[in-house]
């Protein structure tokens, strides 16, 4: 056990995890779980960078459009390549496409954001009365 102690505190990491990067999943979480998350970061970080590989890049695309369209965010930077990955399976590493999306806010953004809690809020009142 300590060896595996050793070896975990021994790893170095070529790119730091950044507070600000969402890793999406297409399995993992819902859809919106996403949205919702990437318009925190945006209020904490101003810029949210949205990642994910192969089949949950279509994902990402929808979640960047839907903080578009909705008027909360601006595209900064897109960035595609691809990457090994070791194939369980077959023991030998095959490649995988690769997106970040880099979004930040929009002129408008906390307005919107304000706009939206306060129609929370009333409808929250709404139901209790």
Same mark, same amino acid.
Request: glycine share 4%.
């Given at each position: 056990? +300590?060896? !595996?102690? +050793?070896?975990?505190?021994?790893?170095?990491? $070529? +790119?730091?995890?950044?507070?600000?990067?969402?890793?999406?999943? $297409? #399995?993992?979480?819902?859809?919106?779980?996403?949205? /919702?998350? %990437?318009?925190?970061?945006?209020?904490?970080?101003?810029? !949210?960078?949205?990642? %994910?590989?192969?089949?949950? *890049? %279509?994902?990402? !695309?929808?979640? &960047? @459009?839907?903080?578009? /369209?909705?008027?909360? &965010? !601006?595209?900064?930077?897109?960035?595609?390549? #691809?990457? =090994?990955?070791? =194939? @369980?399976?077959?023991?030998?590493?095959?490649?995988?496409?690769?997106?970040? *999306?880099?979004?930040?806010?929009? +002129?408008?953004? =906390?307005?919107?954001?304000?706009?939206? &809690?306060?129609?929370?809020? %009333? &409808?929250?009142?709404?139901?209790?009365?």
């Amino acid at each position: 056990m +300590e060896d !595996v102690t +050793e070896a975990v505190n021994s790893l170095t990491i $070529n +790119e730091p995890h950044k507070k600000n990067r969402i890793q999406v999943s $297409n #399995t993992k979480k819902p859809l919106f779980f996403y949205v /919702n998350l %990437a318009k925190r970061y945006m209020q904490q970080h101003s810029e !949210v960078e949205l990642s %994910a590989l192969g089949m949950a *890049i %279509a994902t990402v !695309v929808t979640i &960047a @459009e839907i903080l578009k /369209n909705n008027g909360l &965010a !601006v595209e900064k930077k897109i960035t595609t390549s #691809t990457v =090994d990955v070791k =194939d @369980e399976s077959r023991g030998r590493p095959i490649q995988k496409a690769k997106i970040e *999306i880099l979004l930040g806010k929009s +002129e408008n953004f =906390d307005e919107l954001m304000a706009a939206a &809690a306060e129609e929370r809020e %009333a &409808a929250g009142g709404d139901e209790q009365s």
